[in-house]
């Protein structure tokens, strides 16, 4: 059918143009995210010490710290491996190469539940609502979540982009070094066909799909689902952000 096929190209647009990209920007990218954002760490600080807290789509594994901080447990995801793979070995945390939209956890087990920057990269509506979905599937009851998202309106964001349409693609400069230059087997270099390479600027040209949202649609997104209650939503660092409660 023709829903069946959009999915299977926005299913394939997801494997090429955000998994193998990061994949292949991995090590620059944890040169460049070393910090989780003010507000995230709030949100973590503020939950009852101890908590068990998953951390969907955990990247380099930023937030690794704030849940050392607060003697909380925190298990992350990711889609990319080498994202996973530093998560891991430089921050210390927990982590395990998972589908945000197939979650390998327990049905009620997490007390909290974060998801950064992860729904921007979703191509479907189905498919966001089915991330939100999963995020409550694993929080026990009244657990909460929080949801960031990449705004359409970047007026004081941080990002350095404009946006004209919502979805897009975002380009990511990758500087082939020395070392990638002798080393055929590093990431950067396996994944380099789904990259334009720039000899003038001895860089690949990655391109990330997003999807960017407009103020209230991820509101609406979340009232959309049953099990979802919108405690609160307001806007930082360039995303519209909220935070959620799981009820029966």
Request: with cysteine.
């Amino acid at each position: 059918s023709a829903a069946a096929a959009f999915a299977s190209r926005a299913f394939g647009c997801r494997r090429r143009h955000v998994q193998r990209v990061y994949d292949a920007i991995a090590n620059q990218w944890h040169g460049t995210r070393y910090k989780a954002w003010p507000n995230v760490v709030k949100f973590v600080e503020a939950l009852p010490t101890g908590s068990l807290v998953a951390d969907l789509g955990c990247g380099n594994g930023k937030l690794s710290p704030s849940f050392r901080a607060n003697r909380h447990f925190g298990i992350g995801c990711d889609f990319s491996s080498e994202l996973v793979r530093i998560s891991r070995a430089q921050m210390d945390l927990e982590a395990q190469v998972a589908d945000v939209m197939a979650l390998p956890y327990r049905s009620g087990t997490f007390d909290a539940a974060v998801s950064i920057a992860v729904l921007h990269h979703v191509a479907t509506v189905p498919r966001r609502r089915q991330l939100i979905q999963e995020a409550l599937r694993i929080l026990r009851p009244t657990g909460r979540a929080l949801f960031y998202a990449w705004a359409m309106e970047q007026s004081n964001g941080r990002s350095g982009h404009e946006f004209d349409a919502q979805d897009v693609f975002v380009p990511w400069h990758q500087k082939k070094t020395e070392q990638l230059r002798q080393d055929p087997s590093a990431p950067e270099n396996a994944h380099a066909a789904d990259g334009s390479y720039m000899p003038e600027k001895a860089a690949f040209i990655y391109q990330r799909y997003c999807h960017v949202y407009r103020e209230g649609e991820l509101a609406d997104l979340v009232s959309s689902i049953p099990c979802a209650k919108l405690l609160s939503t307001y806007y930082d660092v360039g995303n519209w952000c909220a935070v959620v409660e799981k009820v029966e």
